[in-house]
C-alpha cells in the first residue's frame, strides 16, 4: 500500500525505464539547468542535478548558501561528466539581491535558463502552543519568500518560450495535520500557491510542482526521519518533467512516486480538469 494517496495503481520508490534520464526523449542536451538546495551530494537537489547531466545537460548550476559546501559537489559532478560546467552560484534565497545576483551571474555565464529547480528548503517542528514566532517565519523566510524572489528572477532570466519550472514541495502542503509540522506545512502550501499563480500569469513557461519522495536528507536527519524511496527518483521524475512528455502537467501538483505512464493515459483529464490542484474538498470545481 502506498503510504499516501495515490492517483496511479503503481507507486514508484525507485526509477524506472520511462523516467530514466538515458533515454533518448527526455534528452536534456542543450539545456541551461539551474537549482537551488544543490549543496549536499546526497541530497535532493544534487541529485537532481546529476539526473540532468545524465540526460545531457552541460551547463548546470548549482546554488546555496555556503560555497564551501558546494565545491566539493560541483567538482564531484564535473569529474563525473566529461563536458559538463557546473556554476556554483552561493547565495541565501531569502535574499533578494544575492538571488538576483546568482541568476545574472548563471545568465551571463550560461546564457538563458531552460531548467529551473525550486529546491531549497527549511524546516523546524514544534506544536503550535511552543512556536516561537521568529523561528517559524524563518521557515517561511526560505520556503515562501525564497520562491517569490526566485520566480522574480526566473522570469527576467528564462527561456522566453518553454522553460521550465519544478517546484520541489512537500505532501505536507495537502496532508491532514501532523503534530510539529505546523509551519512547515503552511509555509510549503503557500510557495506552491505561489508557483500556481505563476503559473496562471506566465502560460508560456510549465510550472509544476511535486512532492519528491520519502528521501533522506540533511533536513530529515535533522527531525528523525528516515528515507524509504530511493535517492534517485526525484532527479529522474524531474527530468521526466522537463521534457515535451510532460506538458500537460502545467499548473499541476504531482508525486515523484506516480507512474508516468498511468499519468500521460490521463492527459486529456489533467488537462481539462482541476485534476491535482490545491482546492477545497467538496467543493465543486470553479
Not at 494517496?5 to 520511462?18: D, E, F, M, Q
Not at 533515454?23 to 540532468?52: H, N
Not at 503557500?190 to 540533511?218: C, D, H, L, M
Request: proline letters at 6%; one cysteine or more; aromatic letters at 8%.
Amino acid at each position: 500500500m502506498p503510504p499516501f494517496p495515490s492517483l496511479t495503481k503503481i507507486w514508484h520508490t525507485a526509477t524506472y525505464p520511462a523516467i530514466s534520464p538515458s533515454k533518448p526523449s527526455l534528452s536534456a542536451a542543450g539545456k541551461t539547468v539551474l537549482v537551488t538546495g544543490g549543496e549536499k551530494g546526497g541530497g535532493i537537489g544534487a541529485g537532481i542535478a546529476r539526473a540532468f547531466a545524465v540526460a545531457g545537460s552541460t551547463q548546470i548550476a548549482i546554488l546555496g548558501r555556503r560555497q564551501e559546501v558546494l565545491a566539493p559537489t560541483a567538482k564531484e559532478l564535473e569529474n563525473s561528466f566529461k563536458d559538463l560546467k557546473v556554476l556554483t552560484c552561493a547565495a541565501g534565497v531569502s535574499k533578494k539581491d544575492q538571488v538576483d545576483a546568482a541568476f545574472d551571474l548563471v545568465a551571463k555565464e550560461f546564457g538563458p535558463i531552460d531548467v529551473f529547480v525550486d529546491n531549497a528548503g527549511y524546516m523546524t517542528t514544534e506544536p503550535v502552543t511552543e512556536m516561537d514566532s521568529d523561528g517559524a517565519w524563518a521557515v517561511f523566510e526560505t520556503n515562501m519568500r525564497g520562491s517569490i524572489y526566485t520566480a522574480r528572477a526566473f522570469a527576467r532570466t528564462a527561456r522566453k518560450d518553454h522553460a521550465v519550472v519544478i517546484d520541489v514541495s512537500s505532501i505536507a502542503a495537502i496532508m491532514p495535520p501532523m503534530p510539529g509540522g505546523a509551519s512547515y506545512s503552511a509555509s510549503k502550501l503557500a510557495a506552491t500557491k505561489i508557483w500556481e499563480y505563476f503559473a496562471a500569469e506566465n502560460p508560456k513557461y510549465r510550472v509544476v510542482s511535486i512532492q519528491p519522495g520519502q528521501i533522506e536528507t540533511e533536513m530529515t536527519k535533522n527531525i528523525g526521519l528516515n528515507g524509504a524511496d530511493h535517492a534517485d527518483l526525484p532527479g529522474h521524475f524531474s527530468v521526466w518533467l522537463a521534457s515535451p512528455e510532460a506538458d500537460f502537467l502545467h499548473g499541476k501538483f504531482v508525486c515523484a512516486n506516480w507512474d508516468v505512464e498511468e499519468l500521460m493515459s490521463r492527459k486529456e483529464e489533467f488537462e481539462k480538469t482541476d485534476l491535482a490542484t490545491i482546492r477545497l474538498a467538496g467543493l465543486p470545481s470553479f
